[in-house]
């Protein structure tokens, strides 16, 4: 299974964007790149998902790297609600491999 | 609103009970997930189904084994519980399969093996 790395914790203030980054460079064409945001006491939930083309939605825009190896979450504007272990992972279209959640990345907001 | 829910948030059981962890989902989902999360070592995968009563094991099935005998319904047994077991419990549920569209969550269930 492709393996993504990501930094175990980042910190970002108040109400300025966060860029939040995974490596994948084992990557193949067909994984789609999914990130998921646990807050604390709950469990995961999704927020973006693309496979090449850079994607935006309410929550958060997604940059994906031109080979693929790497993307990058955005917030843009980070708030103290934003605080959460943000997960990068890597997903086959129409398999049923198994998806594992590794450590991922813990962000702390600063008022 | 969609909701995966787990029976119970926190529960307290002795070495060597026989545990049931349920989880329900009202999405109409084919795929149901279960997951345990312990600290350093993320989310990991004990078992899914795609199916009513098809499974697969994930990473870490040892000591667990699960039921799908409805759609909306996949549960989590240990057979006879340990304190290595001792962790949080995650199911999950898509459309889709895998994990190729939205994975919708439940709260969790704290397990404590005493």
């Known amino acids: 299974d492709a393996k993504t790395t990501q930094p175990n914790s980042m910190e970002s203030n108040e109400e300025e964007p966060v860029h939040l980054p995974c490596n994948h460079s084992t990557i193949s064409g067909t994984d789609y790149i999914h990130w998921y945001r646990q807050l604390p006491s709950q469990g995961p939930e999704y927020v973006i998902h693309?496979?090449?083309s850079n994607v935006n939605n309410r929550m958060a825009s997604l940059a994906i790297a031109e080979d693929r190896k790497s993307s990058t979450l955005i917030l843009h504007r980070a708030t103290l609600r934003d605080a959460a272990v943000y997960y990068c992972i890597l997903s086959v279209s129409g398999g049923y491999q198994k998806v594992t959640f590794g450590i991922g990345t813990k962000l702390q907001v600063i008022p | 609103d969609v909701k995966v829910t787990q029976s119970s948030r926190y529960l307290v059981k002795r070495t060597g009970e026989k545990v049931f962890l349920e989880c329900v989902q009202d999405m109409d989902h084919e795929n149901m997930f279960w997951y345990r999360q312990d600290p350093g070592l993320g989310l990991r995968l004990i078992y899914f189904?795609?199916?009513?009563?098809?499974?697969e094991k994930g990473d870490i099935p040892e000591g667990y084994s699960v039921s799908r005998e409805k759609k909306e319904r996949f549960s989590l047994i240990l057979e006879s519980a340990s304190t290595n077991q001792t962790s949080m419990y995650l199911c999950?549920?898509?459309?889709?399969?895998?994990?190729?569209?939205?994975?919708?969550f439940g709260q969790g269930t704290r397990l404590t093996v005493v």
């Open positions: 999950a549920s898509t459309v889709a399969p895998g994990l190729n569209t939205e994975a919708f």
């Open positions: 693309g496979l090449t």
């Open positions: 189904s795609y199916d009513v009563k098809m499974k």
